[in-house]
């Protein structure tokens, strides 16, 4: 059921928060044209502009010449050095810290490595981010992980990949850590905030039916429908590597059988390649080694993208989405085997589904876990900018 | 990105249209729950109702005694007999027409036995259109077919069981057939429709996950994630039915093979079953053997059943729903096999995601996709209700 209609100060709250996420998404951004996208006139738009500055949010200053007559209109940057999120991604192997400015820049960051399974997550995020302190105000921190986070309280849950965080209230913990200096800390699921950042600023942007595949021992995506994130009802939406593609396949850690990891995972592609190293350096030294000619590293690659163009022909049928991203070392299976990815798509995907569908890797790399968790962080400020 | 805030006479429209939904929805509502409801005072309220009822939209009415003090609310109710809409589902074996009345209210409606891949579905639709008016507005007419439909133009694709209506414009066609009856006619997939009656009056109300899965010899699904349906970016999202579950099964219509339909579809369960009959009605036969003891058909409904489970389970961890309805003939397999369809979903869905998920049966029936059509011819008086 829709809700009302809103009230003159929600109209306001809107309207600033309306234009602070067009620069923000943009970076800089005219006043000519916020009033163009806004839909409201230049006078409004200059004391909404003028609230956000007086908020120290904001800046404004005179445009490049245009060649047109007039003078030229005004450009809003974001404050990115003094506005700022932590962001926070878990991973596999290692551990990121980064301050994000508002506009998503990325001031400064450091990294870490993490033993598989290791529970302690807070101790080192909260050193870097002592580290990396800056001037001016911090509006929060976000986490991605590869879990699954309850959307309620951002508790991790015991998952097939969540190892010793599960049951861990991390975001409350790390604010807990350090006392006064994050006003909130949300936690989200690292293909559910790559797919947040490539839909804000990366090759996602404009698109409104986007599914971010992310993989790295485990799979999952981050699936954007109508533009809007699909979370699910406990937050728990977009676990596909544990759809189940191959009845008949192998044994997954999550108790099923045949599920999209097992085929499609880091494990499976360096078995088959007979590397008996792991982590994304072994993946790509795989694809190096088919690149070389190994006949067993072309074989291996070749199974899992016929694997992955199968498990995607699939969630093409399910949500019909117009771009498919592949992140992690999906990322470097997908460029070393598109053409068994698009077999497969063809072969299985319904005419009128694949048939506008574009296969793409991310614009933002492996920056698009920690811009998708300061997204999160950002989240309350867009919402309500002077609040 | 978000839009601007809106201005003085879109709030009054988006104010009308969220009154006139709530009343539609409830059938009738007291002015003080509105007001509730709403968040609006109490005389804004009165001029807005005073505003649909000029249109001839509602009536306004003195409640029941409350055994409170003071004035009983007034109880605004649509005007059900004289706002309404046209309904078609166009179905595998029969077409149905239904007049419908503002607030839902199936007024009156007809049937005729369609052959299956008969591809006139304009004249009867429009016979029974002429033979079902009443006084009164129409506001248009909605279509529901078991195939997919282009978003941008309601053009029917070419799909498994589409038949011949691929490549009909068939809205349109409606439209021209009947010259000044119909102001509008959309079409939908019927899975689509379904779980948008069921979202709106039926066993989804207030639910913003759901999952309708439609069977009949095609497959399908309606998705609501986060409270909106899951359209796709053609308009074909949700054809589940094409999701392969078994790489080693049957070849599918579609042109591959295991897909989903191909284990649970009317077809393998009738073929298992040893019927020689297609059809719902045949359907039925065989879940009346089962219950008789008959051991060919025990041993094919669990087969269907144990499929069944096994997407949804897949399902399940992609979307992590709270609520799954079976519809057509897949509510007689559900509630013929529920003990095998659970215990596939525990062994192949994560704990997290399974744990909360509500299996059911649709509270509309066969009505469903006479109401969703409904609905979506109702969707522009809805939004604009004084246009």
Redesign the interface.
């Known amino acids: 059921?829709?809700?009302?209609?809103?009230s003159q100060e929600?109209?306001?709250r809107?309207?600033l928060?309306?234009l602070l996420?067009?620069v923000h998404?943009r970076g800089q951004i005219s006043r000519a044209e916020l009033t163009t996208?806004?839909?409201?006139n230049r006078s409004t738009i200059g004391a909404l502009t003028a609230d956000l500055t007086e908020a120290g949010l904001v800046t404004e200053e005179t445009g490049r010449e245009t060649g047109r007559a007039g003078r030229p209109s005004l450009v809003v940057r974001a404050r990115s050095e003094t506005i700022f999120a932590y962001a926070v991604s878990v991973e596999v192997d290692q551990i990121r810290v980064a301050r994000v400015g508002l506009g998503g820049v990325l001031l400064d960051q450091r990294s870490a490595p993490r033993a598989r399974e290791g529970n302690d997550v807070i101790s080192p995020a909260a050193a870097f981010i002592t580290e990396l302190t800056g001037p001016g105000r911090c509006v929060g921190a976000g986490i991605a992980v590869a879990g699954?986070v309850?959307r309620a309280d951002g508790v991790v849950?015991?998952?097939p990949h969540s190892g010793g965080l599960a049951g861990q209230a991390i975001g409350e913990s790390l604010r807990e850590r350090l006392p006064g200096i994050l006003p909130q800390v949300a936690v989200g699921n690292v293909a559910d905030l790559c797919a947040l950042a490539e839909h804000t600023r990366g090759v996602a942007a404009g698109c409104?039916?986007v599914i971010y595949v992310y993989g790295d021992v485990g799979v999952g995506?981050g699936i954007i429908?109508?533009g809007?994130?699909?979370?699910?009802?406990?937050?728990?939406?977009?676990?596909?590597g544990?759809?189940?593609?191959?009845?008949?396949g192998r044994a997954c850690s999550?108790?099923?059988k045949g599920c999209w990891e097992t085929e499609i995972g880091e494990l499976p592609l360096l078995e088959l390649a007979g590397s008996t190293d792991i982590g994304h350096a072994a993946v790509l030294a795989v694809v190096e080694r088919a690149a070389r000619g190994d006949a067993k590293a072309i074989a291996a690659l070749r199974h899992v993208g016929e694997w992955l163009g199968?498990g995607v022909?699939?969630?093409v049928?399910?949500?019909?989405?117009?771009l498919i991203i592949f992140g992690g070392t999906l990322r470097d299976v997908y460029l070393a085997a598109a053409a068994q990815v698009r077999s497969r798509l063809n072969?299985?995907g319904?005419?009128?589904?694949r048939e506008?569908?574009r296969l793409r890797t991310p614009a933002l790399g492996q920056d698009a876990a920690l811009l998708g968790a300061a997204e999160l962080a950002f989240q309350s400020l867009l919402n309500d900018p002077l609040a």
């Open positions: 059921m829709r809700a009302s209609a809103p929600e109209i306001r809107q309207n928060g309306a996420r067009f998404e996208e806004l839909g409201l699954m309850r849950q015991l998952s409104d039916n995506a429908a109508g809007r994130r699909v979370i699910g009802h406990g937050g728990y939406g977009g676990e596909v544990h759809m189940v593609v191959n009845p008949a999550c108790g099923s199968f022909a699939n969630l049928n399910i949500f019909n989405p117009e072969s299985v319904l005419a009128a589904t506008h569908v």
